[in-house]
């Protein structure tokens, strides 16, 4: 039987939200005692537990068949695979970082200038594009202190708040992608494991799909149900079942809890009574 093999961060920002997702897939792993290899008793699936920057070459080499990891790694090591999903976490940016005091004037304050980063190849691709000839002084940790220390006058680095770059007195000046945690895919997957890899998206769909997802029920007074109907959306359209007591109905549907709150006071104005907002695990539509 064929076994997908997927390979997540060990540990790190991405290792906690990985293993997370799959679990909300009801997909349990046994880390093992060794941790560098988990396998799951309810889904045909081996886990990888891989330092992030490993992971692309991995997914690459068909050792592990999909990989969950930072879009900016898979834009830096610049690997055969196939970007089979963005997963919404994680989620940060690479930007040109300058010294708060420079007189920086556009991207041509970079040309002459040092650029510290960890991320050479996709710096080099940037500045190549814009016509920026720029010396790249690659550092694998630690970047935002090269300017203080005179490694280089400038950096390259991922910022999500940007609190690093004010508390090291430094100004993010270009954008220069975007990412979050992807799942990539070796290139031409057998079928067997092409239909567990479809499998799994499908449950990461419907995880998805059901966030934010509300089950409401309320009673209404007959004689306001066209209106209250109006006001609720639903899957198809909302569930109207007769209460027992005359002239009231229970109304069930579905709601994003963003809008709900924007109806709550409609409803009540209407005349809805016992109004039960409920979680949802799952959603399939
Ligand atoms: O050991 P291993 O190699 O596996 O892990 P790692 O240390 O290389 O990576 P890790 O765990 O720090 O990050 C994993 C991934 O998380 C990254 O590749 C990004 O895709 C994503 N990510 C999201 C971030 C951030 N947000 C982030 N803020 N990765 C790093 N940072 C760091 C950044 O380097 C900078 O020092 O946080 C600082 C900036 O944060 P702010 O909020 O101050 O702007
Ligand atoms: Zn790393």
């Known amino acids: 039987m064929s076994i997908l093999k997927i390979a997540i961060q060990k540990e790190g920002r991405l290792s906690e939200k990985s293993l997370g997702l799959l679990n909300e897939c009801d997909i349990t792993v046994d880390q093992g005692k060794r941790k560098l290899i988990g396998t799951s008793v309810n889904y045909p699936i081996e886990v990888l537990f891989l330092r992030d920057d490993d992971i692309p070459q991995y997914v690459a080499d068909g050792v592990a068949d999909i990989g969950i990891v ?3 790694e898979v834009l830096e090591k ?3 695979t196939t970007l089979v999903k963005r997963l919404g976490f994680a989620r940060c940016r690479l930007s040109l970082a300058v010294p708060q005091d420079s007189d920086y004037n556009g991207l041509n304050w970079f040309n002459g200038k040092r650029i510290a980063t960890s991320y050479p190849h996709i710096l080099q691709k940037f500045l190549d594009e ?8 690659e550092i694998s940790g630690s970047v935002e202190i090269a300017p203080s220390i005179g490694l280089a006058e ?7 708040s940007g609190g690093t ?6 100004k993010e000046v270009e954008v220069v992608t975007q990412s979050e945690a992807v799942i990539i895919a070796t290139p031409g997957l057998s079928k067997e494991k092409q239909a567990l890899l479809d499998g799994l998206l499908f449950r ?12 409401i029920l309320l009673n209404a007074p007959n004689e306001k149900l066209d209106e209250i109907v109006k ?3 639903g899957m198809k359209s909302p569930t109207v079942l007769p209460l027992h007591l005359k002239g009231w109905s229970s109304v069930h549907t579905v709601v994003h809890e963003k809008e709900f709150w924007g ?3 409609k409803l009540k104005e209407l005349g809805a009574e016992g109004i039960l907002v409920i979680p949802i695990e799952k959603m399939i539509l």
Do not use: A, H
């Open 78 to 80: 610049d690997k055969n």
């Open 263 to 265: 109806m709550v006071d």
């Open 70 to 72: 930072g879009e900016n």
């Open 165 to 170: 770059l004010v508390s090291n007195r430094l």
């Open 204 to 215: 990461i769909k419907t995880v998805q799909q059901s966030k934010g997802n509300k089950y």
């Open 130 to 137: 814009k016509g920026i000839k720029s010396k790249i002084e």
């Open 231 to 233: 006001l609720l959306p």
């Open 154 to 160: 400038s950096i390259f680095d991922i910022v999500s």
